[in-house]
């Protein structure tokens, strides 16, 4: 199985959150986790949790294929 592409989860999630005029520090205390890892996880530099993912599927009201793919 080939593993996902992180950076490019991370750029998805940013632009749909600077398209909603969101903060990080917002959308991350809405997720539960610190801004420092929302912008790692932003930035691509750590693994994001299956979890997560549906948070922000949910948060964006987005498919998960719109998160994982360029």
Do not use: W
């Amino acid at each position: 199985m080939e593993e996902p592409n992180y950076k490019t989860i991370g750029i998805n999630i940013k632009i749909k959150r600077i398209r909603q005029g969101i903060s990080q520090a917002k959308l991350a205390k809405l997720l539960g986790v610190s801004a420092a890892h929302l912008c790692n996880i932003e930035n691509g530099k750590v693994k994001i949790s299956l979890k997560m993912l549906y948070k922000l599927t949910g948060f964006f009201k987005c498919s998960l294929d719109d998160l994982l793919t360029v």
